[in-house]
T-cell receptor, first 110, second 114 residues
């Protein structure tokens, strides 16, 4: 079992719709959870982090965490073509190592 | 956030040679991390580098193949030794923000081994 699992996609959504990205993890000891966005040929950039159960909102982005189910998700409201990228879920292992999922490719079409 | 500079940004290397990648941070950081991203794949942690001690390698990575230096709190190098085409990847240097554990990444070094 992979430590962090994501559906590779592509997830295709129309412009203006809500994109829902999901991630599961295997280590119940993981404390912090991160979503990164990576455009083709670029390095990952942090979108959001979350470490408490529930929802955390930042602009058009909402991260959701359910530690009991070992599940974290990212919702993108009012999706724009500029949101088209690969979204990487990352979880902490131990003190501060980040382990990444394989990423979900999102395509927002006009 | 930290500003992280990596050199070289890209290189084409011959099989059997070695290449050293440099990572410079604009502030002092305790831990630096080296990741590899193979074509079409996600990021895999190679090792964690602390200043003043030997790097800690992840399963599947060894010091002879990926020696790391960390001479001070703002600089680190990763060497890819005796390269083969399978080492063609993007190598990323990263540092943690020290507050909530998020990592910031350099722009990466794209290696192509022929």
């Amino acid at each position: 079992q992979k430590e962090v699992e994501q559906n590779s996609g592509p997830l295709s959504v129309p412009e203006g719709a809500i994109a829902s990205l999901n991630c599961t993890y295997s280590d119940r000891g993981s404390q912090s959870f991160f979503w990164y966005r990576q455009y083709s040929g670029k390095s990952p950039e942090l979108i959001m982090f979350i470490y408490s159960n529930g929802d955390k909102e930042d602009g058009r982005f909402t991260a959701q965490l359910n530690k009991a189910s070992q599940y974290v998700s990212l919702l993108i409201r009012d999706s724009q073509p500029s949101d088209s990228a690969t979204y990487l879920c990352a979880v902490t292992r131990g003190y501060n190592k980040l382990i990444f999922g394989a990423g979900t490719r999102l395509a927002v079409h006009p | 956030s930290a500003v992280i500079s990596q050199k070289p940004s890209r290189d084409i290397c011959q099989r059997g040679t070695s290449l050293t990648i440099q990572c410079q941070v604009d502030s002092q950081v305790t831990m630096m991390f080296w990741y590899r991203q193979q074509p079409g794949q996600s990021l895999t942690l190679i090792a964690t580098a602390n200043q003043g001690s030997e790097a800690t390698y992840e399963s599947g990575f060894v010091i002879d193949k990926f020696p790391i230096s960390r001479p001070n709190l703002t600089f680190s190098t990763l060497t890819v030794s005796n390269m083969s085409p399978e080492d063609s990847s993007i190598y990323l240097c990263s540092v943690d923000a020290g507050v909530t554990g998020e990592l910031f990444f350099g722009e990466g070094s794209r290696l192509t081994v022929l």
